[in-house]
C-alpha cells in the first residue's frame, strides 16, 4: 500500500522540476539567438543595437578594461572598441541555467579583429560568462565577462 505522505512527496517534486525542464528544453536556443544577434551587432558596429540588449544597469567587463558599470559608461566602452578594432565572430553556447528571472549562460567565442589603425588582422578566441536578467518579458544582457581562451596571435 503507497502511502499518503509518500505520494506527496513524489507529487512535490514532480511540479517543483516541472519549471526547470520546460525552461531547460529551449533554453539555449533562445540565449544562442540573442549571442547571434549581438555578433551582428559587433560586426557592424550597432551600438544602439547591442544597448538595446543590455540591461537597465549593465555591467561589462572586458579583458584588460576597468568594468564599464551603467548605460552611459557601457556606451563609451563599445563606441571605444569600434573606433579601435573591427570585429567578426560567433558565439557557441555551452550551457545556460534560468533561475527566475535571471540566467546564466558560458559560451565561448571566435572570430577574427582588425585594428583599425595599422590595419593588422589576427584571430581571437574567448570565453564569455553571461548573467541575464528578464525585463519587459525580454531578456537582457546584465552581466557580461569575458577573457581570452587562447594567448594573442600575431597580427599580420
Known sequence: MIRFSRCLAVFLVSILSMPTLAADSGTKGQFEQLLSTYSEGLASKDVNGILELYSSEPVFMPEYAPPAVGREAVRKAYEWVFATLKLDGHFIVHEAEIIGDTAWVRTNSTGRFTVIASGAEADVANSEF?????????????RYIFTASTPPSQTR
Open 130 to 142: 553571461f548573467l541575464f536578467k528578464r525585463q519587459d518579458g525580454a531578456w537582457k544582457i546584465h
